[in-house]
């Protein structure tokens, strides 16, 4: 979903951890500008009820910077599954604008030790999602964090993404020096099963910040933190004027 990779957590030296915020900034820029970035996403082609992909049809006839993929969600009416295609152009408009995404300086103290509760079961919770026009989307929550930020506590929910937790979080920031609807996280793992690592410095523009063809989810009230995150990526930058439909 996110062009961006975890990565285990480990306790670093300031300098190490400023060194692999730099590589992760890095890493970064290069997945958003693959051939399948999300920089790269033209088309989301939703199939009628029943009817499945052909990707060999789809492409024909295609530049060769074209390449096709399939997707699939739930039909928030019937429930039922819904298949599509996505079509990625790594010769598409915001590719060839693409400067930059613009961040905070890293900055140790948003680094932080949270407890995680797993829950047993399928535990499943209601993200809005940006272009479902106030629908909900039910996603797997494995787990609590709980943690205390500037004297605040807060249980998050970060849902299963491939594996992997997935943060959405809010803060005041958004729609100001950061992107309007959120941003996302990815949870580091400990060694210990009930501790989890979040390092905001990470934090990063979700793929609907790319491309008008993502549907991402919203951050839900308990992840949105009374303080400013000033950490992690701000918003893309683009250059000629170009501007990115999302």
């Known amino acids: 979903m996110s062009s961006a990779v975890p990565e285990p957590a480990t306790a670093p030296s300031s300098t ?3 060194e692999r ?4 900034c890095a890493g970064r820029r290069t997945a958003l500008t693959a051939p399948t970035g999300n920089l790269a996403l033209v088309e989301t082609r939703w199939l009628p009820a029943g009817e ?5 049809a789809a492409r024909a006839g295609l530049p060769d910077t074209v390449t096709v993929t399939t ?8 429930g039922a599954p819904e298949h599509g295609l996505r079509f990625w152009d790594a010769a598409a408009p915001a590719v060839e604008a693409f400067e930059r995404v613009d961040v905070f300086p890293y900055d140790p103290s948003w680094v932080l030790e949270a407890s995680y509760t797993p829950v047993p079961g399928a535990r499943r919770v209601a993200f809005e999602h940006i272009r479902d026009n106030g629908g909900t989307r039910d996603l797997v929550v494995p787990g609590d964090i709980s943690l205390t930020v500037d004297g605040h506590d807060y249980t998050l929910s970060a849902f299963d993404d491939d594996g992997t937790l997935l943060l959405v979080f809010g803060d005041p920031t958004n729609g100001d020096s950061t992107y309007g609807a959120g941003r996302f996280l990815f949870v580091e793992r400990t060694e210990d099963d009930h501790r989890v690592v979040l390092d905001f410095n990470r934090s990063f523009v979700p793929p609907c910040g790319f491309s008008d063809q993502y549907n991402c ?3 839900p009230r308990q992840n949105r933190l ?3 995150v000033e950490a992690g990526e701000k ?3 683009f250059r000629d ?4 439909q999302h």
């Open 16 to 18: 190490d951890a400023a």
């Open 21 to 24: 915020w730099n590589a992760w």
């Open 52 to 56: 499945l992909p052909d990707v060999d």
């Open 71 to 78: 997707v699939s969600r739930t039909d928030l009416v019937t």
């Open 217 to 219: 989810p919203m951050p």
């Open 226 to 228: 009374h303080l400013a």
């Open 235 to 237: 918003r893309p930058v």
């Open 241 to 244: 004027g170009f501007t990115a």
